[in-house]
């Protein structure tokens, strides 16, 4: 095993820098996912359990979505909420319980709720409740992108480290091209963070500047025109 004396955020920098593999780039048509970005990851003014890396994640993410909108291409949307007794989290659930703990997310609960900040299309966009990691585990997601015809997939929200990661790998696992705008995840600590990216970079999905997935999403709507 290497070993180093630089932090995950150095080693993410210096992989960006020096790819040492080729891109899966962008196929024929996208889904956006967007993951968990729910008040009790985001409201950092309201709960412990919340983070933020970019303070402009909510507005990338906005404008990611009304492109897809244009395109007619799916857009959607999981949070994480819980039965009261909790035991739908299963043993992901057992850990801890403590107010701020997983399970205790409760429906109707403001930590359930998606954050204000974000334009929700209820009438049109996709929302799923999901019980664990990955947003593919026990959700119609599957059946949605192949109804769709999807192969790509833009994954926004986080942790980075926790469902994120679940989802590239997922992604992946099922032959999709995966795409990370960077500034549009978010994770507890730097260290988390960009270790995650680097690996996800390294082996899943093309970690990427949301400018760029924003160029390509405006190329494909003036080809629409």
Not at 33 to 38: A, E, K, P, R
Request: proline fraction near 4%.
């Amino acid at each position: 095993m290497q070993e180093t004396n630089k932090t995950a955020k150095e080693i993410y920098y210096e992989v960006k820098a020096n790819p040492a593999r080729k891109r899966f780039g962008f196929g024929n048509k996208a889904a956006l996912v967007n993951i968990d970005l729910q008040k009790s990851y985001t409201r950092t003014d309201l709960f412990k359990t919340a983070y933020e890396n970019d303070p402009k994640q909510m507005d990338y993410v906005n404008g990611l979505a009304q492109r897809f909108r244009q395109l007619e291409w799916p857009v959607v949307w999981t949070f994480v909420a819980y039965v009261d007794s909790g035991e739908d989290a299963g043993i992901w659930g057992t850990r801890t319980d403590t107010p701020d703990s997983l399970q205790n997310i409760k429906y109707g609960s403001l930590r359930s709720e998606l954050d204000d900040r974000l334009d929700i299309k209820r009438e049109t966009d996709i929302i799923y409740d999901k019980k664990m990691p990955s947003p593919f585990f026990e959700t119609p997601l599957q059946s949605l992108l192949i109804w769709h015809k999807v192969d790509t997939i833009i994954f926004t929200g986080g942790s980075t480290s926790g469902c994120i990661r679940a989802a590239g790998v997922d992604s992946l696992s099922r032959g999709y091209r995966t795409i990370i705008p960077e500034e549009c995840v978010a994770d507890k600590h730097e260290s988390y963070h960009y270790a995650n990216l680097t690996d996800l970079s390294l082996k899943y999905a093309d970690v990427m500047g949301v400018q760029e997935v924003f160029t390509w999403l405006d190329n494909q709507l003036e080809s629409k025109s």
